[in-house]
């Protein structure tokens, strides 16, 4: 990184917003807003000294995170209870968001590839957890979520942005146990009865319900890129 104070501009003198960040391992980076790059094309920026602003694009208070593109809010041991889409002005969940769950990994036989659907019926309760930072610049802000189960602990980096309508779950697990799964769990309130998973050359649409066993056997599906619920005029990917 350039030591001192810097900023960013394109080729026209147009200042980008730009922000100095640390990932979950501390490694420091530049994050800036590189806008109007045309398709198929590239812009030149350059660094030049120079007093970076230092305005905010989000705010976090009553354990809420709220940018001009959504209304987050936690729980107190960090779960995410709501998101309000601003630009669609409705709620995006109907019940938990970026639970983290634990369950019980015993299959019977080849254990190291297997998982039996029954699993689900033991959750081991990892209910705790802490929201533990917060952090906030001019072209992203943050929480850093923690939790510590059994011999492991688990640490999240929950972003949104200034000038892109996401949210980044940046993840860190020190993992130490045998025989566990380790999931996340988000209940969208979208009516569908189908899902898109991306593969490797191609995308595939599967039934959200299981209607007759060849269904249930795909409790577990493969998706390498995203997978997506949609509902006419509205969706949400992961």
């Known amino acids: 990184l350039k030591s001192g104070d810097f900023i960013i501009e394109d080729d026209n ?27 198929f094309g590239y812009k030149v920026f350059y660094i030049k000294d120079g007093k970076a602003t230092n305005e905010k694009c989000a705010e976090f208070k009553d354990n809420t995170l709220e940018n001009k593109f959504y209304k987050i809010s936690f729980a107190q041991n960090g779960d995410i209870v709501s998101i309000y889409d601003k630009s669609n002005d ?7 968001g970026n639970r983290i769950c634990l369950f019980e990994d015993n299959a019977s036989s080849h254990d190291a590839w297997d998982i039996i659907p029954e699993h689900r019926d033991f959750e081991v309760d990892i209910s705790g ?6 952090e906030n610049g001019p072209v992203e ?13 688990f640490e999240q ?6 000038d892109i309508d996401r949210i980044d779950f940046e993840t860190k697990a020190d993992w130490n146990e045998t025989h566990k799964i380790l999931r996340t769990d988000f209940e969208f309130d979208i009516v569908t009865d ?12 599967r039934p959200v319900n299981a209607f007759n066993t060849y269904d249930e056997a795909r409790f577990e599906v493969c998706a390498q890129d ?9 969706g949400v990917s992961i």
């Open 13 to 39: 003198g147009n200042l980008a917003a730009t922000q100095k960040v640390c990932d979950l391992n501390g490694n420091e980076t530049v994050k800036f807003a590189a806008k109007d790059i045309p398709a």
């Open 90 to 96: 409705r709620e995006v969940l109907k019940g938990a």
């Open 129 to 134: 957890g802490e929201i533990a930072e917060f």
């Open 141 to 153: 802000a943050s929480v850093i979520y923690k939790k510590k189960f059994l011999n492991s602990t």
């Open 157 to 162: 980096k929950i972003i949104v942005y200034n």
């Open 194 to 205: 189908k899902y898109t998973t991306n593969l490797a050359y191609a995308s595939m649409e």
């Open 226 to 234: 995203f997978i997506d619920m949609s509902e006419e005029g509205f």
